[in-house]
């Protein structure tokens, strides 16, 4: 597989240096030079095979030969070791739960199948893999479950004290073994901060393999295909060909997985950008401007974001025919109250409890459909976390009736282990060579 950068497609390069770099150095963002479609009769069949099946004929299409098969299906073994079941809530309103991985968020995907991929290049004899993470919650989780006991590598994950939910702080902070949390008493801008600054330090580069395994890694991007693919196979078997996605949407790297799959040949009628109040891109797809703001804070904290770093990913993906994308994808944005109106509904009409991010797809869909000449489309609306990531969040009666998962259940027996610091670069670096 040979990558490009946006800002240079004469610029290539293997899976393996994207994959370690993250991010070019003319600071465009890596794509697949060659999306290859798949074939009719795997794409009109999708219903006869599993995940873990559809997923490897995904990435070994996408991969070519970079990995052998055996050691590739070894790999989406172990990564995706969990469901993604689509529900249906009522006719052609169906929600695919992507919460079902260690993290309970749908960056299990992208984190697992990175890290092993990570794993698996580094050579015998590699220097240790240094993991860096700042994290608002989601991200770190999954990223610290998704590296927890792969060989030759180790994550330190920087959070912000105080500021994220019980759950998502057991998560990042009961693991143990190559995981090290570090509670930075600051906003996750701080930890950001001195993520940032850790990867200019001449010295810590000495030192430590440092990585950022930060979700613009197209390692990230690639396994989030498998799960479109696999949604659109569970509505083949309820007799459903029509379907449209709505994505909740921050960074982007979701939708942007949804178009790689339609890029690839999965007949999607539609996508639905689904977004809080930081709506530049409901606003790009309205008014044709793209213009990135600073973010602001909601309840869906996951979405806050003003300038989404995917976004060019998505438009190299129709850089010969721009007008395709405002055809393909439509924008919608939600206020607070409106996403906890939504939440309430989810609650009062289906007895589901949905997470903030979920809600605002689930919203987003429904007026998107009530503009649709006819109701023939099955629409998806992707539920990106677990409610029970967000009890504070939720009106206390919809918190009342979340069902809480075994494995979460345990951690609270377990022992919170972090280091705690200011946010002072030089606190943050004596640290690290302190711990070496
Ligand atoms: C990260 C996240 C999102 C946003 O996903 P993007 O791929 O960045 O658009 C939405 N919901 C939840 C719960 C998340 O953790």
């Given at each position: 597989?040979?990558?490009?950068?946006?800002?240079?497609?004469?610029?290539?390069?293997?899976?393996?240096?994207?994959?370690?770099?993250?991010?070019?150095?003319?600071?465009?963002?890596?794509?697949?030079a060659?999306?290859p479609?798949?074939?009719?009769?795997?794409?009109?069949?999708?219903?006869?095979?599993?995940?873990?099946?559809?997923?490897?004929?995904?990435?070994?299409?996408?991969?070519?030969?970079?990995?052998?098969?055996?050691?590739?299906?070894?790999?989406?073994?172990?990564?995706?070791?969990?469901?993604?079941?689509?529900?249906?809530?009522?006719?052609?309103?169906?929600?695919?739960?992507?919460?079902?991985?260690?993290?309970?968020?749908?960056?299990?995907?992208?984190?697992?199948?990175?890290?092993?991929?990570?794993?698996?290049?580094?050579?015998?004899g590699?220097?240790?893999?240094?993991?860096?993470?700042?994290?608002?919650?989601?991200?770190?989780?999954?990223?610290?479950?998704?590296?927890?006991?792969?060989?030759?590598?180790?994550?330190?994950?920087?959070?912000?004290?105080?500021?994220?939910?019980?759950?998502?702080?057991?998560?990042?902070?009961?693991?143990?073994?190559?995981?090290?949390?570090?509670?930075v008493?600051?906003?996750?801008?701080?930890?950001?901060?001195?993520?940032?600054?850790?990867?200019?330090?001449?010295?810590?580069?000495?030192?430590?393999?440092?990585?950022?395994?930060?979700?613009?890694?197209?390692?990230?991007?690639?396994?989030?295909?498998?799960?479109?693919?696999?949604?659109?196979a569970?509505?083949?078997?309820?007799?459903?060909?029509?379907?449209?996605?709505?994505?909740?949407?921050?960074?982007?790297g979701?939708?942007?997985?949804?178009?790689?799959?339609?890029?690839?040949?999965?007949?999607?009628?539609?996508?639905?950008?689904?977004?809080?109040?930081?709506?530049?891109v409901?606003?790009?797809?309205?008014?044709?401007?793209?213009?990135?703001?600073?973010?602001?804070?909601?309840?869906?904290?996951?979405?806050?974001?003003?300038?989404?770093?995917n976004?060019?990913?998505?438009?190299?993906?129709?850089?010969?025919?721009?007008?395709?994308?405002?055809?393909?994808?439509?924008?919608?944005?939600?206020?607070?109250?409106?996403d906890?109106?939504?939440?309430?509904?989810?609650?009062?009409?289906?007895?589901?409890?949905?997470?903030?991010?979920?809600?605002?797809?689930?919203?987003?869909?429904?007026?998107?459909?009530?503009?649709?000449?006819?109701?023939r489309?099955?629409?998806?609306?992707?539920?990106?976390?677990?409610?029970?990531?967000?009890p504070?969040?939720?009106?206390?009666?919809?918190?009342?009736?979340?069902?809480i998962?075994?494995?979460?259940?345990?951690?609270?027996?377990?022992?919170?282990?972090?280091?705690?610091?200011?946010?002072?670069?030089?606190?943050?670096?004596?640290?690290?060579?302190?711990?070496a």
């Amino acid at each position: 597989m040979k990558l490009y950068s946006t800002n240079n497609p004469l610029h290539q390069v293997t899976l393996k240096e994207a994959l370690f770099n993250s991010m070019p150095q003319d600071k465009g963002l890596y794509m697949p030079a060659a999306v290859p479609r798949l074939n009719e009769n795997f794409l009109t069949n999708l219903d006869n095979y599993t995940l873990p099946e559809i997923a490897f004929h995904v990435a070994q299409h996408l991969l070519g030969d970079d990995i052998p098969a055996e050691d590739l299906k070894d790999i989406i073994r172990d990564a995706i070791n969990f469901y993604a079941p689509v529900v249906e809530l009522e006719e052609n309103v169906y929600v695919l739960e992507l919460f079902h991985g260690p993290s309970l968020a749908f960056k299990d995907f992208g984190a697992r199948f990175m890290s092993r991929l990570m794993g698996y290049f580094l050579e015998e004899g590699e220097k240790q893999l240094d993991v860096l993470v700042a994290t608002s919650g989601d991200t770190g989780g999954a990223v610290a479950l998704g590296f927890l006991g792969v060989p030759n590598t180790r994550v330190t994950i920087l959070y912000p004290k105080g500021k994220v939910s019980g759950i998502q702080e057991l998560q990042l902070t009961t693991n143990g073994q190559n995981v090290r949390a570090v509670e930075v008493d600051g906003t996750f801008d701080d930890c950001q901060a001195l993520v940032k600054q850790a990867f200019t330090d001449p010295e810590l580069n000495e030192k430590f393999r440092l990585t950022s395994a930060n979700s613009i890694n197209i390692a990230r991007l690639i396994p989030q295909t498998f799960y479109y693919f696999n949604a659109y196979a569970q509505l083949l078997k309820m007799g459903k060909n029509k379907v449209a996605f709505s994505v909740p949407s921050g960074n982007f790297g979701n939708l942007g997985a949804g178009i790689l799959a339609w890029k690839m040949g999965l007949p999607v009628c539609h996508f639905i950008a689904a977004t809080n109040v930081n709506d530049t891109v409901p606003e790009f797809l309205r008014t044709g401007a793209y213009q990135p703001k600073p973010s602001v804070q909601t309840i869906s904290n996951a979405m806050d974001v003003g300038n989404p770093s995917n976004w060019v990913r998505i438009q190299d993906m129709f850089k010969d025919s721009p007008e395709q994308l405002a055809k393909l994808v439509s924008g919608f944005s939600f206020t607070d109250e409106e996403d906890l109106e939504a939440i309430e509904r989810l609650h009062s009409y289906y007895n589901y409890v949905a997470c903030p991010h979920t809600a605002i797809a689930w919203q987003a869909l429904k007026d998107w459909q009530q503009d649709q000449p006819t109701g023939r489309v099955a629409g998806v609306f992707l539920s990106t976390a677990h409610p029970c990531k967000f009890p504070d969040v939720l009106p206390a009666h919809v918190a009342g009736a979340v069902k809480i998962p075994e494995h979460v259940e345990n951690l609270h027996s377990k022992t919170k282990q972090a280091v705690s610091l200011g946010k002072d670069f030089a606190g943050f670096k004596k640290y690290l060579l302190d711990n070496a």
